[in-house]
């Protein structure tokens, strides 16, 4: 069957003008939901695909994932033993991309036959290449009646882990169900203009000029009404605009408002885990500031200084641990800090799919215990009259209002500050307001802003 004219053709994708049969991108997709489902990040395992490929592994990956779960317990409909790790990452890859007809990047019938030709062209996944062919063509029999004997599962429903799930249920009772949605849909495509370069009224003209469509979001932002590749988007290059999602782009503002040197000098910043270095370069987009911009790892550290070169900007960028604040502070305390913590990231599954399934239970508690290590190593860096914005992309009760009120338990010095709080996913697609949200589609995120009292008088 052909494919439908609304999705891409089997192969479409072109490279020095060798076209790129589905059969190879479903090759390289399989061998990253592998790697996933292995433990290792996708980020590695898309950087080991060929560069022709990349694009089009990371597009059927990513929607593999969002369905794994699905994917996972109708294979175990079709067989009660997984065949081999190839084989069967083979497998759950087309039953992730075909299950939904609506939803499917090609036609059920193409995905089949391509992935059967994948096998067979696979030297470890080829003696599987009847068993996988058995099973597609089984589901596309009996599809209707496979799919709801997978209903029951919440992991085949939600695709998430049964604990994330249960997790969620507790924690945001009311909207866990819009959350988990939220998760399996594609993210959108959010920039901020650079203030120091343009405005948004004049990138918007630009935009539209070259047929983008974008509405503003926040204070900065634009949101595209299709996702593009950056360098096809006016004034990237030139540093007028940076991709960074609505939610984030919260941060700076936060922390900036009302925010006053002391008499003598510039605002003086940390941003304690900067990489890549979004919110530091929005920072020094809004405010003339001397900003420390830490990363304990020092090749993401250098991803900091990329970013801000492309944007005019500069900082003094230091490869260090946050916590260990005798190898890196010169004894000056800052006026305000960025304590982007680090943290489960379940608030940008969307954009990360693979992390659903790399989590494991006790992480949550484990980077809790990093976050409040960096809030007592930090605190003490501020001046009184200085603030501290703590966030963290995760909606994870544990990783945000509740270090917070530990926090603040325990520091009679700090005074929480109005902020937003937990903000849920929200998704155009999710079909459910979530109350205090900011309007449009973003990311979850937890934002605490702590004020430093001065010491009373003796």
Known sequence: MPASPSRPPVTGEREGGSSLPLWRQLQAAARVVQAVRAGESATPALARVPTELRPAAQALSFHALRQLGRAEALRRQLARRAPPGDADALLCTALALCWQEAEAPYESFTLVDQAVEAAKRSPAAAPQSGFINACLRRFLRERGALVAATDGDPVALWNHPRWWIERLRKDHPQHWRAILRAGNSPPPMTLRVNVRRS???????????????????????????????????PGFREGQVSVQDAAAQLAAPLLLEGLQPLPGGPLRLLDACAAPGGKAAHLLERADADLVALEV?????????????????????????????????????????????????????????????????????????????????????????GRLLYCTCSVFREEGEQRVQAFVAHNKAAALLPAPGHLLPSSGGSGEAVRDNPEGDHDGFFYALLEKRAAPAA
């Open 199 to 233: 405005s948004r009224p004049e990138v918007l003209r630009a935009w539209r000029s070259a047929g983008i469509e974008a509405s503003a979001v926040g204070e900065d932002g634009l949101l595209l009404a299709k996702p593009r590749p950056v360098h096809q988007i």
């Open 297 to 385: 790892d020092p090749q993401r550290a250098a991803r900091i200084a990329d970013t801000l070169q492309r944007l005019g900007l500069s900082a003094r960028i230091v490869a260090a641990d946050a916590a260990a604040v005798r190898d890196w502070w010169d004894g000056q305390p800052f006026d305000g800090i960025l304590l982007d913590a680090p943290c489960t990231a379940s608030g940008i599954v969307r954009r990360h799919p693979d992390v659903r399934w790399l989590r494991r239970p006790g992480d949550v508690a484990r980077l809790a215990a990093q976050q409040d290590r960096l809030l007592a190593a930090l605190w003490p860096l501020l001046r009184p009259g």
